[in-house]
């Protein structure tokens, strides 16, 4: 009985042993579950650069949008410009079946923009650092220019054309050079009206055939169901006579049409970006240059230069360019022309400053000096926005060789 006792006091003291160790055991497990300092420091090390990583990567991806986004902008924005611009170019010299380099129009209103239409279809002038003009501005324009930029000048009837309902009579029937212009509106089964064209007493116009052209101003309007009357007396004009009585040998030939003069320049919007920067504009302004309500239209913004060079024929049937300030340039030879705009950001989303330089029309534009007071006349501001250049060779189709 003692042999049994001390076995069953043996058993009880492994048991409590065994117990004790395995509690000790499941608390020195259960210690080992947790982070020490270092593993926390470690842990919050690496989660701070996975995010970091993240904001460089999300910024990459927003600056990369801004850019593009930026560019799309820029091309659709040149592209319209251009497709302006070169409409004009190809019309420019226009005046009905006439080539205006065998015979350019006699002008005879006295309100006009030219005395002589083969040598002022195109015009190119030069705005100089200090505002100054070369040639002289046109007289009745007194829009803002950007210094250092170029003005486009071009000049041609319009597209829109009209038979004329007879030849020109005086008040008793006989061909006249100073009969009145009676327009046929009819044109097949449309109606046409001169108010489509916007023209008005005063405003100027060209009546040519394939020998002869005039640009006069209308000084009265007379309607009718198929016709217009249109008169061209000397409280107008400087003669109340055409150079010759349209109509009077090929009636067919002869075409009426409203006369244009547009000047594409660079200038203010008057608006700035988020660093007060100055956003600039291409802007065309209609003849005529100094009426009130004849406001100049902006046609696209981001447009920061403009500068144009002509290609003139020489002797040698060379087509040479010639920038606008050339003496030697002879604008009544003048059969293309080549345009270049710098084209730039609204906001300033470029990592460094711009320092390249840009071919506009055969021009350098460089950059500014770092940290220079004023932007020079051909230079570009060296600051964060984003360029592009653009150019384009337009012909000039009424002085085709």
């Not at 005086?170 to 061909?175: E, V, W």
Request: aromatic share 8%; with cysteine.
């Amino acid at each position: 009985m003692a042999a049994t006792s001390c076995r069953s006091f043996l058993c009880a003291f492994r048991s409590r042993n065994e117990l004790m160790t395995t509690f000790a055991t499941r608390q020195a497990s259960g210690r080992s579950q947790g982070f020490s300092l270092v593993e926390l420091l470690i842990a919050m090390t690496l989660g701070l650069v996975l995010i970091s990583g993240m904001i460089a990567v999300f910024q990459g991806n927003r600056q990369s949008t801004e850019l593009n986004s930026a560019m799309a902008n820029l091309q659709e924005n040149a592209r319209f410009a251009m497709d302006r611009m070169a409409v004009d170019i190809r019309s420019a010299g226009f005046q009905g079946c006439l080539d205006i380099g065998r015979g350019p129009a006699v002008v005879s209103a006295t309100n006009t923009p030219t005395t002589d239409f083969n040598d002022t279809a195109v015009i190119g002038y030069d705005v100089a650092g200090d505002g100054s003009w070369s040639p002289s501005r046109p007289a009745g324009f007194t829009g803002t220019v950007k210094p250092g930029t170029h003005v486009l000048s071009l000049m041609f009837g319009g597209q829109d054309t009209f038979l004329l309902k007879k030849s020109l009579q005086d008040t008793s029937g006989i061909s006249s050079a100073a009969g009145d212009v009676v327009v046929d509106i009819r044109n097949d089964t449309n109606t046409r009206t001169l108010t489509g064209l916007g023209l008005d007493v005063g405003d100027l116009a060209i009546v040519s055939d394939c020998g002869a052209a005039d640009i006069f101003a209308i000084s009265s309007i007379t309607t009718a169901d198929d016709s217009y009357t249109l008169g061209h007396a000397i409280d107008k004009n400087t003669t109340a006579s055409f150079s010759k009585a349209y109509g009077l040998s090929s009636l067919p030939e002869v075409r009426f049409m409203s006369f244009s003069a547009n000047l594409y320049y660079v200038a203010d919007t008057g608006s700035d970006n988020e660093k007060g920067e100055s956003i600039y504009a291409l802007y065309r302004q209609s003849y005529p240059y100094d009426d009130a309500n004849n406001p100049p239209v902006e046609l696209v913004q981001g447009v920061e230069n403009l500068r144009v060079s002509f290609g003139v024929r020489k002797n040698s049937n060379d087509l040479q360019y010639m920038d606008i300030d050339d003496t030697a340039l002879d604008r009544s030879k003048i059969e293309s022309v080549r345009v270049g705009m710098l084209m730039t950001s609204e906001q300033s989303i470029a990592q460094v400053e711009d320092g390249s330089s840009y071919m506009l029309a055969g021009q350098a534009i460089s950059a500014a000096r770092p940290n220079a007071n004023a932007v020079g006349e051909n230079e570009h501001a060296r600051d964060h926005r984003f360029r592009l250049a653009f150019n384009t060779t337009v012909k000039v189709r009424n002085r085709r060789r």
